[in-house]
């Protein structure tokens, strides 16, 4: 059974910056496309960063700004954030793509001055 707990959330001024973490058991980050999503108050989940085989793509919105890694010896993925916008507040997920059907609780982030 596949477990997302996504981590390291909080309240940060714009400009600063989070580093979020994925802890998933039950696959191997190594051999999945693993990804960050978002979810804003009364909008759609999004797509933020993502691995495709070998290759990372970032959504434009946080190009530059936003970095997935991975860490296959502690099977966790991050998401680096830097030069963080109000509108980058939303509740963040990690999840495969396709998303597999099990979402992790998400952790929320919240950029307010």
């Known amino acids: 059974q596949v477990q997302l707990v996504e981590s390291g959330g909080g309240l940060v001024q714009p400009g600063g910056s989070l580093r979020l973490s994925c802890a998933v058991s039950?696959?191997?980050?190594?051999?999945?496309?693993m990804a960050w999503y978002r979810q804003a108050q009364g909008k759609q989940r999004e797509l933020v960063a993502r691995?495709?085989?070998?290759?990372?793509i970032h959504a434009d919105a946080v190009k530059g700004r936003f970095t997935i890694s991975r860490d296959n010896a502690k099977n966790t993925v991050y998401l680096q954030m830097n030069s963080l916008k109000l509108e980058d507040t939303a509740v963040y997920y990690c999840?495969?793509?396709?998303?597999?059907?099990?979402w992790g609780q998400g952790t929320q982030v919240t950029v307010s001055s």
């Open positions: 691995f495709i085989g070998g290759i990372i």
């Open positions: 999840n495969t793509v396709p998303a597999q059907g099990a």
């Open positions: 039950g696959i191997a980050v190594r051999t999945n496309n």
